[in-house]
C-alpha cells in the first residue's frame, strides 16, 4: 500500500525526519511518500500559522490522490486542516494527534501532552474535545521550545520536554505521555526508556492506523460534513483549488 504523509509547513529537514519516523513502523511492503507544500510557513505554531498552512496542504493531499495514495496523514499535530482534507481526499485521512490521543487511550486511563509552545496549548484542548477524549486527557502542557529547535540535536529542548514528562508524572499522575509535535518524533524510545512510561509518537501512531483502514478497506463516510465539496468558482490564488 501508499501511505501519503504530508508534513504541512514547508522545512524540508522536519519533512524528511518524520518520513524517516514512518518507514521505522511501516509494515513491509508499505510505501512512505512523504511532502510538503511549496507556500505556506516554516512551522506552525499556533492559529495563524495553520489558517495559511491549510491551501498548500491540500494541494499535495489532491496531488498524492491523482498518485494512487491510499491514505494520507496530517504530520501536525494540531490536525491543520484535517476536516477539509477529509472532504476534498479520496483516500482517508488521519491526524497525527488524532491518532496519538487515540493510541494513549487505549493502553492508559489518564495521559498528558507534552507539546512544543504554549499557543499550541488551546488549539490542542479544542482537539480533544473535538474528539471526546478531553476526560482522559490530565494535561496539556507545553516546553517552550519552538519547533524549528527540534531540527538538530538539542540538548536544551530535549530536557524542558523531559522535565515536562517528569512534572507530568508526578503532578498530574500521567500514565502515558503523546509527543505534541511531529518534529519530536525521533525522541519518544528515548523518553519513554528514560522516564518508564509508555510515549505516544503521532506519526508512528497514524502509520499504523491508517494501514489497519486501507487493510480493512475502510475509507471516508460521503454522508455527513465530509461529503466531497460542491462545485463552485474559487478565485485569485485560490482558483486551483475550486473542486
Request: glycine share 8%; aromatic share 4%; with cysteine.
Amino acid at each position: 500500500m501508499r501511505l501519503h504523509v504530508v508534513n504541512p509547513n514547508t522545512t524540508a529537514s522536519m519533512t524528511a525526519k518524520i518520513a524517516a519516523a514512518a518507514r521505522s513502523v511501516a509494515l513491509p511492503g508499505t510505501e512512505i511518500d512523504a511532502r510538503q507544500p511549496a507556500m505556506g510557513p516554516v512551522s506552525i505554531e499556533g492559529f495563524y500559522d495553520e489558517a495559511f498552512a491549510v491551501p498548500g496542504m491540500l494541494g499535495c493531499i489532491r496531488e498524492a490522490d491523482r498518485d494512487g495514495a491510499d491514505a494520507h496523514i496530517i504530520a501536525c499535530f494540531d490536525d491543520t486542516g484535517l476536516d477539509a482534507a477529509r472532504a476534498a481526499a479520496k483516500a482517508p485521512v488521519i491526524g497525527i494527534g488524532e491518532a496519538g490521543f487515540h493510541m494513549a487511550s487505549l493502553i492508559a486511563a489518564r495521559f498528558v501532552v507534552v507539546t512544543t509552545l504554549g499557543v499550541s496549548i488551546v488549539p490542542i484542548e479544542h482537539n480533544l474535545t473535538k474528539y471526546g477524549l478531553a476526560g482522559r486527557c490530565a494535561r496539556v502542557r507545553a516546553a517552550e521550545v519552538p519547533v524549528l529547535a527540534l531540527e538538530e540535536r538539542n540538548a536544551d529542548a530535549l530536557a524542558r520536554i523531559s522535565a515536562e514528562i517528569t512534572a507530568a508524572i508526578r503532578n498530574d499522575r500521567a500514565e502515558a505521555i503523546v509527543l505534541g509535535c511531529a518534529g519530536m518524533a525521533d525522541l519518544a524510545a528515548e523518553l519513554a526508556a528514560a522516564h518508564g512510561l509508555p510515549v505516544i509518537d503521532g506519526v508512528a501512531a497514524a502509520v499504523t492506523l491508517a494501514e489497519s483502514l486501507v487493510r480493512l478497506g475502510l475509507k471516508t463516510s460521503r454522508l455527513g460534513p465530509y461529503a466531497a465539496p460542491r462545485s463552485k468558482t474559487y478565485s485569485g490564488p485560490f482558483a486551483p483549488f475550486q473542486p
